[in-house]
């Protein structure tokens, strides 16, 4: 039996589900979903990509 995900919610969502969650884990992928269901994943990448991607949203602005 594997252990539960823990899901985040993402600090720029408002009120409501309409929102992205993502889970990680040290050295696993990153998994993104829109709700906290994870039968609902919408992707998942590796640390450093997401690591290259959220660099690039903040500097983008």
Request: aromatic share 8%; glycine share 6%.
């Amino acid at each position: 039996m594997t252990a539960a995900t823990d899901w985040q919610k993402s600090s720029f969502c408002g009120e409501g589900e309409a929102c992205v969650y993502v889970s990680s884990s040290p050295g696993s992928l990153v998994r993104v979903a829109d709700r906290v269901d994870p039968a609902h994943l919408v992707m998942a990448t590796t640390q450093a990509a997401w690591t290259d991607f959220l660099r690039a949203v903040k500097e983008a602005g």
